[in-house]
Structures are given as C-alpha cells and as structure tokens.
C-alpha cells in the first residue's frame, strides 16, 4: 500500500503565499508523474500543476507565473509554491502519484486526502 500525506494548507489574505508539501510512504519501487489537483465547492477537480520523474512540468493557465511545482525523488515529495494568491484559488488541493509498488510490480495512481486553501479577498 502507498500513502500521499499533504501538508501546508492553510488561511491566507489575497497576495500572500503558501507552500504545499505531499509526502508518499509504503510499498514505492519508483514514481513517475506527481500532480496537483483542486475542487472548489460546486466544481469540477482540475489539475493545477504537473512534474515527470525528469523534471518537466506542466500549469493550468490561471496559474501559470504564480504557483511553481518541484520534487525531491529522495524523499518522494512533491511541492506547490503559489505565490500571489488570489480569492478563486479558494480550494481544496490534492496531489496524485503515479506509483510503481512491489511486489506487484505494477502502476497505479494514489491520492493525498486533500488540505484546504482559503484565500481571503
């Protein structure tokens, strides 16, 4: 079994910044992609941010020059910086791990349950 655990959500006014951190444990061999997702009350979940195992990474467009995604393979973790927050990036935020285990030596996509961002106007 694997488990994403999120960390640094929190309470902030409009222009400051938080930092998301998302730690996997368990039965890891490797991981490959790592992302970013939110859900707004009433709305669709949506991917924020996405990193390969190399380093590449991919934004949604409402944040893309705000938030910064990075990872540490040593300690399979994966970050969100966002900066400049503004009152619509008001959700809860998810990360997902595309996790090779053992021994079953197959892929699977694992869930963090989630930490709540609030962005006060």
């Known amino acids: 079994q694997v488990q994403l655990v999120e960390s640094g959500g929190g309470?902030?006014?409009?222009?400051?910044s938080l930092r998301l951190s998302c730690a996997a444990s368990g039965s890891i061999l490797s991981?490959?992609?790592m992302a970013w997702y939110r859900q707004a009350p009433g709305k669709q979940r949506e991917l924020?941010?996405?990193?390969s195992s190399g380093g590449s990474t991919?934004?949604?467009?409402?944040?893309?020059g705000r938030f910064t995604i990075s990872r540490d393979n040593a300690k399979n973790t994966v970050y969100l910086q966002m900066n400049s927050?503004?009152?619509e990036d008001t959700a809860v935020y998810?990360?997902?791990a595309k996790v090779?285990?053992?021994?079953?030596?197959y892929e699977f996509d694992y869930w963090g349950?989630?930490?709540?961002?609030?962005v006060s106007s």
């Open 100 to 105: 090779l285990t053992y021994p079953t030596l």
């Open 94 to 96: 998810y990360c997902k």
């Open 31 to 33: 991981i490959n992609a």
């Open 113 to 118: 349950q989630g930490t709540q961002v609030t």
């Open 11 to 16: 309470l902030v006014q409009a222009g400051g």
């Open 58 to 64: 991919n934004y949604a467009n409402s944040v893309k």
């Open 48 to 51: 924020v941010a996405a990193i």
């Open 85 to 87: 927050l503004k009152p």
